[in-house]
């Protein structure tokens, strides 16, 4: 179990906003060191709009990719997290432990938008990636506490 400090995303200006930069891409690369991304991956907008979303079209590795930019759900953020460092700002070492066993982590960038990707078919609303965002709302319903108005509702055969 580790630790996760999101400190600096509280404050609008000490982490990158890195809205419509994120990507879910449809392959797996196994490289983890910085590249030069935007010199290669250049997304451009099409004229096809589905669904009121604007589809976007770009190339990786010689294959066509077809994607379009979503909002996240209202109320949720993304961020991109990296290990934290173990001094704070006036140079003290924190109390976190780097271990394996309990890392710990720190919001470096956010965002609100985001671009998915497929090399098949055109993005629609029943993607899977699309259709993960439901559980939100299940996530929300279930976890909603219940009122006793809710119960006797229920018990009278109301709805």
């Not at 400190?7 to 879910?24: K, M, T």
Request: with cysteine.
């Amino acid at each position: 179990m580790g630790t996760i400090d999101f400190r600096a995303a509280s404050d609008e200006n000490s982490i990158a906003d890195l809205s419509g930069q994120v990507h879910q891409v449809p392959c797996c690369i196994r490289f983890d060191g910085s590249a030069e991304v935007s010199h290669y991956f250049k997304p451009k907008s099409t004229e096809v709009e589905i669904d009121g979303v604007r589809m976007e079209e770009a190339h990786f590795r010689g294959r066509r990719l077809q994607g379009a930019t979503i909002s996240l759900p209202s109320g949720y953020s993304g961020f991109v997290l990296g290990q934290a460092s173990n001094q704070n700002a006036n140079g003290k070492r924190k109390a976190c432990s780097s271990t394996e066993e309990n890392p710990c982590w720190e919001a470096k960038a956010k965002f609100d938008k985001m671009t998915y990707w497929n090399h098949d078919n055109l993005p629609s609303k029943d993607d899977t990636f699309l259709r993960s965002f439901h559980w939100f709302s299940i996530a929300e319903a279930l976890h909603k506490p219940v009122k006793v108005e809710d119960l006797v509702a229920v018990s009278h055969g109301e709805k």
